[in-house]
T-cell receptor
Framework: EDQVTQSPEALRLQEGESSSLNCSYTVSGLRGLFWYRQDPGKGPEFLFTLYSAGEEKEKERLKATLTKKESFLHITAPKPEDSATYLC???????????FGTGTRLQVTL | SQTIHQWPATLVQPVGSPLSLECTVEGTSNPNLYWYRQAAGRGLQLLFYSVGIGQISSEVPQNLSASRPQDRQFILSSKKLLLSDSGFYLCAFGREGMGNTIYFGEGSWLTVV
């Protein structure tokens, strides 16, 4: 059974204080690892897909990396508007469905 | 560009009443369609997915059912709601040609009272 574990559960940062969110996974035949951002009361918004170990992707202050066991979402010099829940999900085997972690709630304060 | 629409956004229903949540996708054909539920403090749980008209796979036994009457329409239903059906329901779509990425609608908040 595919498993995804995210840590920490919650993270509070000051504006400009860089940090990383972790997503560890156990799957058989990884097809892709996905990062989403979710604002309260909204549907998840797609950020990145990573397909193989060593791959990296960037978008503004966010950078996602992937190893054979985990992925990191690095947030550089965050701003209050980066406050949200960040979800990690895996797609494995021949299935297209996603298995999600429980997310990391990020709060960035002034 | 592809878009997904889901409604209603919010509803409050009494226990024992029926449910119908609808989802439509525009700008693509033959999408894979999904219904997820998100409970407070928990991750997204896949309820149903469909790879074509009339083809529905259920992930967990429950009080809900899904149907796909048209290529880009996905409906989540219940004949009699339970209190435990309360939650945030999300419709999503994806296509193999889109890098396997799955895109979500805005969600529907269901409160069963």
């Amino acid at each position: 059974e595919d498993q995804v574990t995210q840590s920490p559960e919650a993270l509070r940062l000051q504006e400009g204080e860089s940090s990383s969110l972790n997503c560890s996974y156990t799957v058989s035949g990884l097809r892709g690892l996905f990062w989403y951002r979710q604002d309260p009361g909204k549907g998840p918004e797609f950020l990145f897909t990573l397909y193989s170990a060593g791959e990296e992707k960037e978008k503004e202050r966010l950078k996602a990396t992937l190893t054979k066991k985990e992925s990191f979402l690095h947030i550089t010099a965050p701003k209050p508007e980066d406050s949200a829940t960040y979800l990690c999900a895996v797609q494995a085997g021949t299935a297209s469905k996603l298995t999600f972690g429980t997310g990391t709630r990020l709060q960035v304060t002034l | 560009s592809q878009t997904i629409h889901q409604w209603p956004a919010t509803l409050v229903q009494p226990v024992g009443s029926p449910l119908s949540l609808e989802c439509t996708v525009e700008g693509t054909s033959n999408p894979n369609l999904y219904w997820y539920r998100q409970a407070a403090g928990r991750g997204l749980q896949l309820l149903f997915y469909s790879v074509g008209i009339g083809q529905i796979s259920s992930e967990v036994p429950q009080n809900l059912s899904a149907s796909r009457p048209q290529d880009r329409q996905f409906i989540l239903s219940s004949k009699k709601l339970l209190l435990s059906d309360s939650g945030f329901y999300l419709c999503a779509f994806g296509r193999e040609g889109m890098g396997n990425t799955i895109y979500f609608g805005e969600g529907s908040w269901l409160t069963v009272v």
